[in-house]
């Protein structure tokens, strides 16, 4: 039996990247019974061991850790200069230029090795399948491999790549859908997708997209899932390290719907509808991470100017229901109501 399917509360937290998916609040997760998750996305490997090791320090529970899974750069030059002209205005506003437009792995071989290194207990990979000798290499250590799925046949894959677990991802999910490739929009609802993954492979599921309470994580484990996967839910806790601005915009009514938008990264990714949205995610290109360094600046600024209407709003479609409440009480929440 793994560690999904010993966990005292059948909640797992998101990884959310960027600087949201605190030691803090992994660590406030595995107190309250659940799988506590850092997000390696974005940092280099030194910063993931320290941010492995604050989280040791903080709980001696298992916990994961997430890495982005490198896609080939298949950027188109031309669209991605029009984009850099077309949001230069935005950028100029809010006193900053927009990024070099460039593609990278995310450290990724390197992230590799240091999570073999660390014997995490459990790595979860997005955007992507892990070679199976990657997978072996990793389990070899005792590590468990969870792999985001947005489709059966994705999950069917994975499975064959020797995947102990999935993170099966409706989508309702926020920020960034995690399939292995972004040529079209993933439109399956959890419940659905849940249903046709469950017929497909064997091995446990995690459900991910628009979870929020106890009634929601009860009928993910009646439709196969060992447990429920906690994002949006957390974002305004006070252990997340989600900018005010973000917090903030997830109560304010203004903001009254969710989309999926490539305008800030280049890939598809559900977010409050904001102007930025509104006025650039329908011509944004393709392209990851390219448009996501070239915004950087962008969203940056715009943080630190407290201006939602150009930031990367990540939200899923329940996210009314975040609450600004510590993270051991929402999990503790969800525990009394099962």
Same mark, same amino acid.
């Given at each position: 039996?793994? #560690?999904?399917?010993?966990?005292?509360?059948?909640?797992? =937290?998101?990884?959310?990247?960027?600087?949201?998916?605190?030691?803090?609040?992994?660590?406030?997760?595995?107190?309250?019974?659940?799988?506590?998750?850092?997000?390696?996305?974005?940092?280099?490997?030194?910063?993931?061991?320290?941010?492995?090791?604050?989280?040791?320090?903080?709980?001696?529970?298992?916990?994961?850790?997430?890495?982005?899974?490198?896609?080939?750069?298949? %950027?188109?030059?031309?669209?991605? %200069?029009?984009?850099?002209?077309?949001?230069?205005? $935005?950028?100029?506003?809010?006193?900053?230029?927009?990024?070099?437009?460039?593609?990278?792995?995310?450290?990724?071989?390197?992230?590799?090795?240091?999570?073999?290194?660390?014997?995490?207990?459990?790595?979860?990979?997005?955007? *992507?399948?892990?070679?199976?000798?990657?997978?072996?290499?990793?389990?070899?250590?005792?590590?468990?491999?969870?792999?985001?799925?947005?489709?059966?046949?994705?999950?069917?894959?994975?499975? @064959?790549?020797?995947?102990? =677990?999935?993170?099966?991802? *409706?989508?309702?999910?926020? *920020?960034?859908?995690?399939? #292995?490739?972004?040529?079209?929009?993933?439109?399956?609802?959890?419940?659905?997708?849940?249903?046709?993954?469950?017929?497909?492979?064997?091995?446990?599921?995690?459900?991910?997209?628009?979870?929020?309470?106890?009634?929601?994580?009860?009928?993910?484990?009646?439709?196969?899932?060992?447990?429920?996967?906690?994002?949006?839910?957390?974002?305004?806790?006070?252990?997340? *390290?989600?900018?005010?601005?973000?917090?903030?915009?997830?109560?304010?009514?203004?903001?009254?719907?969710?989309?999926?938008?490539?305008?800030?990264?280049?890939?598809?990714?559900?977010?409050?509808?904001?102007?930025?949205?509104?006025?650039?995610?329908?011509?944004?290109?393709?392209?990851?991470?390219?448009?996501?360094?070239?915004?950087?600046?962008?969203? %940056?600024?715009?943080?630190?100017?407290? @201006?939602?209407?150009?930031?990367?709003?990540?939200?899923?479609?329940?996210?009314?229901?975040?609450?600004?409440?510590?993270? %051991? $009480?929402?999990?503790?929440?969800?525990?009394?109501?099962?």
């Amino acid at each position: 039996m793994g #560690f999904l399917e010993q966990l005292d509360v059948p909640v797992v =937290a998101a990884p959310m990247a960027g600087g949201v998916s605190t030691p803090e609040l992994a660590a406030a997760v595995n107190g309250a019974g659940g799988l506590g998750f850092l997000a390696a996305g974005y940092l280099a490997a030194d910063a993931m061991a320290a941010q492995v090791d604050r989280l040791r320090a903080l709980s001696g529970r298992p916990f994961g850790v997430n890495v982005f899974v490198p896609d080939r750069d298949t %950027a188109d030059p031309q669209a991605l %200069a029009a984009y850099r002209e077309r949001i230069a205005p $935005e950028a100029a506003r809010l006193g900053t230029e927009a990024g070099p437009a460039h593609w990278g792995d995310d450290d990724y071989r390197a992230k590799l090795a240091a999570l073999r290194s660390a014997r995490v207990p459990v790595v979860s990979f997005t955007f *992507g399948c892990p070679e199976a000798g990657d997978i072996a290499a990793l389990r070899r250590t005792g590590t468990e491999v969870l792999v985001t799925v947005t489709t059966a046949e994705e999950a069917a894959a994975a499975e @064959d790549a020797g995947a102990d =677990a999935l993170c099966v991802q *409706g989508a309702e999910a926020g *920020g960034h859908q995690g399939s #292995f490739e972004d040529t079209y929009e993933r439109t399956i609802p959890l419940a659905r997708l849940l249903a046709e993954v469950r017929g497909r492979v064997r091995i446990p599921l995690v459900a991910a997209g628009g979870i929020t309470g106890a009634a929601a994580v009860q009928r993910c484990l009646a439709g196969g899932a060992v447990a429920a996967q906690l994002g949006t839910a957390l974002l305004r806790t006070p252990e997340s *390290g989600a900018q005010q601005v973000h917090k903030d915009a997830l109560v304010q009514q203004r903001f009254d719907r969710t989309t999926v938008t490539r305008a800030f990264s280049g890939r598809r990714a559900r977010a409050l509808a904001n102007r930025f949205v509104a006025e650039h995610g329908g011509v944004a290109p393709g392209a990851y991470p390219h448009v996501h360094h070239m915004t950087g600046p962008l969203r %940056a600024a715009a943080a630190r100017a407290g @201006d939602a209407e150009t930031l990367h709003l990540w939200a899923g479609a329940c996210y009314r229901s975040a609450a600004d409440r510590p993270a %051991a $009480e929402v999990v503790g929440r969800i525990a009394e109501g099962l």
